[in-house]
């Protein structure tokens, strides 16, 4: 992208130039967003849609053939040609099996993202470990036909109290939402399983996946469905200065409140509030000492 005026864009064997069918605001700070799908480039500025490319719109023949289907695995910023990017980030990481990952499950559901079809068998496999990196159990959704579920200590294969429609789309986002009682699934934001760690009758169930335990999460070796994953929730930070210190990782529509020690004011907004796009409402404040110094 050329931020020209107008700005334009180019997409190597798909179009040489092309201005921007929405032009982006001048007077604001602009938050890109680059998606691709099997059929197209979508770019958005600030959230809202400036380009939606389908490669088959290309009168050359090569853009379908590059760019179509799922193909892009790595990126890079051109060095010394790239005179806009300052920063980047990607809310979706690929799985890495076998790999323990921190992750407070209490605190930040998970969201697997994945193109596993009904009747494929695929699983998604997840093990829990507590702060200590004791296995305390896991949590498998099996692709069958009808689909199935199963939770370490508490239940054997099962089907899913809720089936997906067949013809959902193919790339399918799961949420695993653990509270201190119960283990809540969504697929595609529809909930597919609510269960009560005391309806079980095995009494290691409650011993073992009640309260806030999990620290720590593994995608097993057999899982053959997790594609991508993320947090569901706006990153951590930390505030020098401030009567708290540092905040969790928060869940959307969560407002949290800055406040700073006696000796120090606040610069910025008091207030944040984790939005559904997973960043914080506004620039995290500072806490300056009250001769304007910043504590570091």
């Known amino acids: 992208m050329t931020f020209s005026s107008p700005m334009q864009c180019r997409i190597s064997w798909c179009v040489t130039k092309l201005d921007l069918t929405v032009q982006p605001p001048v007077d604001v700070d602009k938050i890109w967003t680059i998606t691709k ?35 892009v695995e790595e990126i890079r910023f051109y060095s010394g040609y ?22 407070d499950l209490e605190a930040t559901p998970l969201q697997i993202k994945t193109d596993s079809t009904l009747g494929s068998d695929d ?7 507590d702060k200590d990196s004791n296995y305390i159990g896991d949590v ?22 809720v089936q997906l429609p067949v013809d959902v789309d193919k790339s399918k986002t799961w949420t695993i939402n653990k509270t201190e009682t119960a283990y809540i699934i969504t697929c595609n934001d529809e909930e597919v399983l609510n ?24 995608f097993g070796g057999s899982d053959t469905a997790s594609d991508f994953f993320r947090a569901v929730a ?16 928060s869940s959307t529509g969560t407002t949290v409140t800055i406040k700073c020690a006696a000796s120090h004011i606040l610069t910025g907004s008091a207030t944040l509030t984790c939005q559904d796009d997973l960043s914080w409402s506004t620039d995290i404040p500072q806490c300056l000492n009250k001769i304007g110094k910043l504590i570091y």
């Open 37 to 71: 799908t099997d059929t197209a480039l979508i770019i958005t500025c600030n959230n809202v849609e400036m380009l939606n490319y389908l490669f088959s719109d290309s009168s050359n023949v090569n853009c379908v053939t590059k760019w179509g289907l799922d193909v």
């Open 82 to 103: 790239d005179t806009a990017s300052d920063f980047y980030r990607a809310d979706w990481k690929a799985v890495l099996s076998q790999v323990k990952i921190p992750w």
């Open 123 to 129: 699983k998604i496999k997840v093990d829990m470990y």
């Open 140 to 161: 498998i959704v099996q692709f069958s036909s009808p689909m199935h579920y199963l939770i370490g200590y508490c239940v054997d294969w099962t089907d899913l109290p």
């Open 195 to 218: 269960y009560l760690f005391s309806d079980s009758s095995d009494s290691k169930c409650v011993t073992m996946w009640i309260g806030d335990v999990v620290e720590k999460i593994k």
């Open 234 to 249: 706006c990153s951590t930070f930390t505030v020098d200065g401030s009567t708290q210190g540092s905040w969790p990782a």
